[in-house]
């Protein structure tokens, strides 16, 4: 038997199913008989009433499905343009705006422009989990490269036209009549910095923590050093150290990447460093490649590879592991101390007084662990000296070091870091308002916080912040992780509290307090026994009104936790205001979809045998639109973005560009 074409519901005939084949087989023939006739017989019929009002007004109310909703980014670094592509891709029928108040996209890895600067994360994973680079010039890249990398995907997805450069944001309030964040900014490209606002359903912060420069804030007299000074940030262009006198203050991520670099330009560098620094073999110890450069042939190989996502496989193994090594006073905490001990001891050339004087005087984890290639063997070059200790006074010619003695020189670099103090750092260079003129600013720093610490939701929200979501701040850094995927979990996250409300007319959704109490009980208790909040208080710790030291930047967990705990959201930790408070299930509309009423496949839920597991049957989110045909750019054949056709976090998303 021939099997034809499934026939049209409005035309058997015409889609090949004849009378004489299969259409009416099984079915009485009514062919011929006068059915007006018979309705006439029957005198009940003919005084049936006109469609009811409640017949009228369920059939003319809108579709069932998502309104759309606009969506305001605030940065295009690397957190930015993640979280970008994936709203983008994850969420249709948004209008997307990414505001960046620099010249470029790229965050960090546009602004600083020192020698030296590099990531200290392996390059093959400190990208897009589903869209790789495969020729890195270096294991672990240069500034420039992976600045030009997040430009060529935000290029490649379609979100550079979003992105929206020299615009600053002077300040974003909560609008709780229209349910809708305002947001001023500052248009920096016009002779007078006009000024206008944006008016977005949600909001998302994704300016990271190192964002406003912190310079010598308790020694006296630095601005009366009359000769060229300035933070590593800011660094000038066509700046020559060469012949030059040097002072270098500070030993963080920076301070570490610079001084080889200028030890082998300036006649003499004074290092100027309150304490010493724990220095690793890298941030994940010596599971990973050292820090040298790709030959050209390795290159070739990596691209021409079929074994390329099997190598990734195992770069990212080998960065999960050791996470009993962040829990104070465990054997492999014991362990990491004495590997550290050794690498230290080696890289100073085996020089027992430098050694006593670099080992900081904490144990590990309280700063972030450094690889920092070449600065210990930079410590022992005879145009190198070490200070240890504060600086007691800037001078016009110099700095009054730790010993008293004033020493000249003709370029001050202050590697001193990034604000961090009363809420600053974990939150952008302009106010967030959320309820009642609570600022972030506020709630983030701890003295003025209604809770007494910053207390976040799962490390992407805030109670009384309502549509409002962040990246890689408070409580967003997971451990054994890296920030690109920690972006992606958070975003897609994102992504489906956005669907949410536009599906369900949700007007507003913020965290409750009290689930994001019960949330910070987790980060309290990890707090009492993370290396992180011992020795000394760090980047990423707080004290909070009580004293306790607490984890600020911390996930409570390792990356696969991060992301089973991500990947189904407990809506019932929400507070909801809905479009129309007296009727929540308004959304339901008539009953109907827009594919009901015109032509498409109304049958996207049948699936080809053997192209779905039972595992994944109905699951993944279903496309309808409100206004118009279901968005099938990200899968070919279904209006089902994240399934049925695989289990990951980005599953269906399409590049506008096919290859890598």
Known sequence: MTISKPPSPNNLDNAGITSSSQAGRGHTNVTGVDKEALWNEFDFLKNLEPPSEWAETILNREYHGRRPVKVVISGAGLSGITTGI????????????????????????????YPGVRCDVPSHSYQLSFDPKTDWKSVYAYGEDIKKYWQSRAEKYGISDKIKTQQNILEAKWDQEDGQWHILVEDLTKPHQDQYTVKADFFISSSGTLNQPRYPPTQPGYDKFKGEKFHPVNWPKGLSLEGKRVALIGNGATGVQLLPQIALQAAHVDHYTKRGVWIGHSLYGSRVPGYVDYTQEEIDEIQQSSEYHKFRKQLDEALLGNYGGSFFGTESYKGLIKELLAIMFIRVGKDLELFKKVVPNYPPGARRLLPAPGYLEALTRENVSYHLGDIQEFTEKGIIGPDGVEREVDVIIASTGYVRDDGAGVTPNYEIYGQEGYTLRQHFNPPESKLGYSACYLGLAAPHFPNFF???????????????????????????????????????????????????????????????????????????????????????????????????????????????????????????????????????????????????????????????????????????EDGPKANGHVNGLKSKVNGV
């Open 470 to 640: 962040y990246t890689l701040s408070v409580n967003s850094y997971i451990y054994c992780g890296t920030a690109p995927f920690g972006v992606e979990l958070q975003a897609t996250y994102i992504a489906k509290a956005i669907r949410k409300a536009q599906l369900e007319d949700i007007k507003s959704l913020v965290p409750s307090v009290r689930a994001s109490v019960l949330f910070n009980r987790r980060i309290n208790e990890f707090s009492k026994t993370s290396c992180v909040c011992r020795g000394i208080d760090g980047y990423y710790t707080e004290r909070d009104t009580e004293g306790n030291v607490r984890l600020k930047g911390s996930w409570p967990g390792t990356m696969t936790h991060a992301l089973s705990m991500l990947r189904e959201p407990r809506w019932e930790d929400y507070d909801y205001e809905y479009l129309n408070p007296d009727d929540p299930f308004s959304y339901f509309g008539s009953g109907k979809t827009w594919i009901d009423d015109h032509d498409g496949d109304k049958t996207f839920y049948l699936t080809e045998p053997g192209k779905v597991s039972v595992r994944n049957v109905h699951e993944g989110w279903v496309s309808l639109s409100r206004h118009h045909a279901p968005n099938c750019s990200h899968n070919a054949d279904e209006h089902i």
């Open 86 to 113: 994936l709203i983008n891709g994850k969420v249709d029928d948004v209008d997307l705006t990414i505001l960046e108040r620099n010249e470029e996209a790229g965050g960090v890895w546009f602004k600083n422009t």
